[in-house]
């Protein structure tokens, strides 16, 4: 006849895959909270890139300006400086078309 035994060795092995079973989900679990993290990080690298590229157009955009309107302001005083000499001219044109009349 077939030894029979207590059911001891069958629970430690019930015992053992169950534990088995533990320490693989928990390595799983890890794993999972890992590819989270690292796909959380990527993207607040990529938010934080697109914030810097943002401010870096914003700040491109307020030189051009500066440099558009101090290019204007440089114009306008160019042509307000050759409207005041040629009022100039017209007066001494002036004056001396009175002294030769008087």
Do not use: P, W
């Not at 993290?37 to 810097?52: D, F, G, P, T």
């Amino acid at each position: 006849m077939a030894r029979r035994g207590s059911g001891l060795r069958t629970a430690i092995k019930i015992v053992k895959a169950i534990d088995k079973a533990n320490k693989q989900a928990a390595r799983e679990a890890q794993r999972r909270e890992k590819v989270r993290q690292r796909a959380e990080a990527q993207a607040l690298r990529e938010h934080e890139r697109s914030v810097r590229e943002a401010q870096r157009e914003l700040q491109r955009r307020f030189r051009a300006q500066k440099s558009a309107a101090k290019h204007a302001f440089k114009d306008a005083m160019a042509t307000a400086s050759e409207e005041y000499q040629e009022r100039c001219e017209e007066r001494a044109a002036l004056r001396k078309q009175f002294i030769q009349e008087v």
